[in-house]
């Protein structure tokens, strides 16, 4: 089954330091992987997405991600965090399949950003 | 704002009761998602409708059902609600096309007490 692995459910770090929030897949196919923010008390918004046409993606706020399929990963990153980048971060993965492209979720991680 | 309008952004409701939730896609969308955000469960796929028909059931209780309109707006409608259903409830739509993005609205917050 398809399903998607988001190691560390709490990050923390400094303002100003790297941003590495990691996503691993499972998928029997070459699958699309996005990314979602959610900051508190709001819906779920698109950082970026893979669908097969170049490996590292880039996406909003800074965030990008590279997929590595022979580590089958889609980690994020940031060079540079901002207070304003805390916020729950959420790997997804998309079919098709069969009739559906729903997407199936992780399990999500927490960026905390210190001053 | 993605474009995908939900109501009622809060709801509380005593067990036992039924509530209904509305989502507003995209323009031009035909493709609505449901889903549940809990802290014990994560978010879960719970139905899919395209164009009026069901397209794909995930985690979603028989107390449960939705309904996706003519017009494109859908319901989900939620009975004999216990207090494991507080949630947050997110509609989600789309162009049913492989890849392609997948648009939320701020959510549903339903407290059962």
């Known amino acids: 089954a398809q399903s998607v692995t988001q190691l560390g459910s709490h990050v923390s770090v400094s303002e100003g330091a790297l941003v590495l929030l990691r996503c691993n897949y499972s998928s029997s196919v070459p699958p699309y992987l996005f990314w979602y923010v959610q900051y508190p008390n709001q819906g779920l918004q698109l950082l970026l997405k893979?669908?097969?046409?170049?490996?590292l993606v880039k996406g909003i706020n800074g965030f990008e991600a590279e997929f590595k399929k022979s580590e089958t990963s889609f980690h994020l990153t940031k060079p540079s965090a901002h207070m304003s980048d805390a916020a729950e971060y959420f790997c997804a993965v998309s079919g098709p399949w069969g009739a559906t492209n729903k997407l199936i979720f992780g399990t999500g991680t927490l960026l905390a950003v210190q001053p | 704002d993605s474009g995908v309008t939900q109501t009622p952004k809060h709801l509380i409701t005593a067990t036992g009761q039924r509530v209904t939730l509305r989502c507003s896609p995209r323009s031009g969308d035909l493709s609505v998602y449901w889903y549940q955000q809990s802290l014990d469960q994560g978010l879960q796929f719970l139905i899919q409708?395209?164009?009026?028909?069901?397209?794909a059931k995930g985690n979603i209780l028989e107390r449960f059902s939705a309904q996706q309109f003519p017009d494109l707006h859908s319901e989900l409608n939620l009975s004999s609600l216990e207090l494991g259903d507080s949630a947050l409830y997110f509609c989600?739509?789309?162009?049913?096309?492989?890849?392609?993005?997948?648009?939320f609205g701020e959510g549903s917050w339903l407290t059962v007490v």
């Open positions: 893979y669908t097969s046409a170049a490996t």
């Open positions: 409708y395209y164009n009026g028909e069901e397209r």
């Open positions: 989600a739509s789309s162009v049913e096309s492989a890849g392609n993005t997948i648009y």
